[in-house]
């Protein structure tokens, strides 16, 4: 059963234009999201995480929203360019627990 | 400077062999993790040791056997390889109390 999900598989935008990526989970038990960016044949980077205190936590060009309720959150990056172009995995954990679990991952293109 | 390294990058053997990964990190972290990313996509925590002392061990055949020879290294054995080993393998470490894990650059095991 998946746990996180991240129902796009893929995502188009123009350079200079918002993207948004969704993630929903279903274990009310997670209070700590997490964004990780991974490139071809990297492992994932660390992007922008946010805990279940917060709605919105903000760096730069990225922004993540937590909507505890709807168990959804979302990552905005504002403008969009080309060199944001990955794949994208939502995460989340139980505080203190550590153990981290993943969507299956969005691939955002942004186009010059 | 590598944060996270793993030996080797690719693996190709045959079902039935014995192999080892290799994962060395220099954050100075006390936590590290093996994931898995199969042809699906899921990246899963597989094994996850705080201060050389196994504390997280997932459905794993133990076919896997980690070792922590010290806080920076989590070498990763498998015997009697199968088919359905071939995955890439992440290794992960974090800072106790903190739930940012960094990733190694990923291993992509092959089995013919």
């Known amino acids: 059963d998946q746990q996180v999900k991240q129902n796009s598989p893929s995502l188009s935008v123009q350079e200079g234009r918002i993207s948004i990526l969704n993630c929903d989970y279903t274990?009310?038990?997670?209070?700590?999201f997490l964004w990780y960016k991974k490139y071809p044949a990297e492992g994932p980077t660390f992007l922008i995480s946010?805990?279940?205190?917060?709605d919105k936590n903000e760096d730069g060009r990225f922004t993540v929203f937590l909507n505890k309720s709807a168990k959804h959150l979302s990552l905005h990056i504002v403008p969009s360019q080309p060199g944001d172009s990955a794949v994208y995995f939502c995460?989340?954990?139980?505080?203190?627990?550590?153990?981290?679990?993943f969507g299956k991952g969005t691939m955002l293109l942004v186009s010059p | 400077d590598t944060a996270v390294s793993q030996t080797p990058k690719y693996l190709v053997t045959q079902m039935g062999n014995d192999k080892s990964i290799k994962c060395e990190q220099n954050l100075g972290h006390d936590t590290m993790y093996w994931y898995k990313q199969d042809s699906k996509k899921f990246l899963k925590i597989m094994f996850s040791y705080n201060n050389k002392e196994l504390i997280i061990n997932e459905t794993v055949p133990n076919r896997f056997s980690p070792k922590s020879p010290d806080k920076a290294h989590l070498n990763l054995h498998i015997n009697s390889l199968e088919l359905g080993d071939s995955a890439v393998y992440f290794c992960?470490?974090?800072?106790?109390?903190?739930?940012?894990?960094?990733f190694g650059p990923g291993t992509r095991l092959l089995v013919l």
């Open positions: 992960a470490s974090s800072q106790q109390g903190s739930e940012t894990q960094y």
């Open positions: 995460a989340a954990s139980i505080g203190g627990y550590s153990t981290l679990t």
């Open positions: 274990n009310s038990m997670f209070d700590y």
């Open positions: 946010i805990s279940s205190i917060k």
